[in-house]
């Protein structure tokens, strides 16, 4: 008999894992899959002044883990790194944070970022990822998958960076209203219709990729590697 998945989900910001994967986060954690997540920045420190983002920080915090437990993960980890200024810092000390993210959690499946989002903290963290991934003897990593995350993927212009071009989609149909109760725990980083980031926004993104795969609702996404 097959062992459960391992997941480990990898965002840069708090709310990027619900956007980007809550429903199959849901779904494979109601399947018996352990799954994790980890974040690389706060999600705040880019809109407050030094010395006073301690309070946002902490909503964020508590979101990112009533959200989860909506969806049925655990959050592992919260890194330091700093908001919206990932290219501040050395690639290889991001490199070294996710290895030792995988060091901890022996993932056997990885969901990160898209390689062409417009955020540079999405894009960083997609090269850190892959690079942390690379296909070694002893790499746990058996599949490897890049989500879009609405106001961010799309806004990116065409010839800038790879397009989103989704191989692999999840029905969410059973687990669509967990994503979106997710959501609303993130309330302060919702958008008002027709932001991509609204709830009408998002919903009928689901349900736009869901009907091109013939089902109600889905999340796409790019298949990075996948190692049977």
């Known amino acids: 008999m097959a062992s459960k998945p391992n997941v480990l989900v990898i965002a840069a910001h708090p709310d990027d ?51 989860c437990k909506i969806l049925g993960a655990s959050v592992t980890d919260f890194g330091d790194f700093p908001d919206n200024r990932m290219d501040s810092v050395d690639l290889l000390d991001i490199i070294q944070h996710v290895e030792r993210l995988l060091a901890r959690h022996h993932p056997t499946q990885v969901f990160t970022h898209h390689a062409g989002d417009l955020n540079v903290d999405h894009r960083l963290t997609h090269q850190a990822v892959v690079t942390a991934c690379r296909p070694q003897l002893s790499q746990t990593v058996r599949t490897l998958l890049f989500f879009e995350t609405p106001s961010s993927t799309e806004w990116q212009v065409p010839g800038a960076a790879s397009a989103f071009e989704p191989n692999w989609f999840v029905d969410i149909s059973k687990t669509h209203k ?50 049977e």
């Open 17 to 67: 894992e619900v956007l980007g994967c809550g429903g199959t986060i849901a779904k494979l954690a109601s399947e018996g899959a352990r799954v994790n997540i980890a974040f690389m920045t706060d999600g705040e420190g880019a809109r407050h002044k030094k010395g006073n983002i301690s309070p946002s920080v902490k909503r964020r915090r508590e979101a990112a883990h009533n959200a």
């Open 178 to 227: 967990k994503k979106m109760a997710a959501l609303e725990a993130y309330g302060e980083e919702l958008r008002a219709w027709p932001h991509p980031r609204s709830l009408k926004g998002i919903d009928h993104l689901l349900r736009w990729r869901g009907a091109t795969v013939g089902v109600e609702a889905a999340e796409a996404f790019m298949l990075g590697r996948k190692l």
